[in-house]
């Protein structure tokens, strides 16, 4: 496995492979889980090499953040993914990435869909999740990239600003990975105390319920959601959000007669945790 610790090093094995050698990309944070090796295990389905980078982005992050605090493993991390099968990991400097500083970069944004949800409590965050993926997929040049429908509202935007960008990148979707008491996977699920992690599951399983109680009864979107944030604030979350959308634009579900998903992010103590539940008509 190749590491690629700047961009000069990234292009130039990207041009050393062959024509069409077909490169999967899996861009992460780093502080890996069994989540972040499964879009690698995608990757590798859709691809002959798959290409993994690790950059913890500073443009992403609100002043009020965790950035200092995000936990970084790199050995662990390489290791993780030397057993996956990766061929290569780019793990670039903030100075790679924003030589004149996050402040004076030239941004990347993608209107609409960025507006609501956590675009809406995170001002700025989906700024910095577009303008860094534009740079990694400009200098790993992949064929195909994978992303976690953990982060559903972040999938829906990448793949309209490659529709907007005409870059020539399939968006691939990977599911949910989940613990087996039904917590996603979130690097961030470490920031939760003994006690807290306890609760932990009754967020998913909040969202669950929400989502069969829609399926059951399609007129009854509201009603469903009125007693999922009731019970989570009973279990002691702290709700930013719980909301239904359609899926194809993030607009205000009223019915089930598109595809729609319940998306939810909550506090529990000082962790932000997100989930979210698709919910299909048919």
Known sequence: MEILDSIEAMRAWRRSLPTNVRIGFAPTMGNLHAGHISLVDQAAIDSDKVVASIFVNPMQFGANEDLDAYP???????????AAGAAAVFTPTIDDIYPEGVDHHTAVEVPGLTNVLCGASRAG?????????????????PDVAAFGA?????VLVIKKMVRDLLLPIEIVTVPTMRESDGLAMSSRNGYLTPSERQLAPHFSQTLANCAEAIRTDHSAIETALE??????????FKIDYLEARKTFDLSTATSLDEEIAL??????????????RVISSS
């Open 227 to 236: 007693a999922a944030r009731e019970a989570l604030n009973a279990h002691g």
């Open 125 to 141: 965050h989906f700024k910095g999740v577009t303008t860094v993926v534009s740079k990694l997929f400009a200098a790993v040049q």
């Open 263 to 276: 998306f939810g992010a909550v506090f529990l103590g000082k962790t932000r945790l997100i989930d979210n």
């Open 150 to 154: 953990k982060d559903l509202q972040q």
């Open 72 to 82: 970084r493993t790199m050995e662990a991390d390489l290791e993780k993914l030397e």
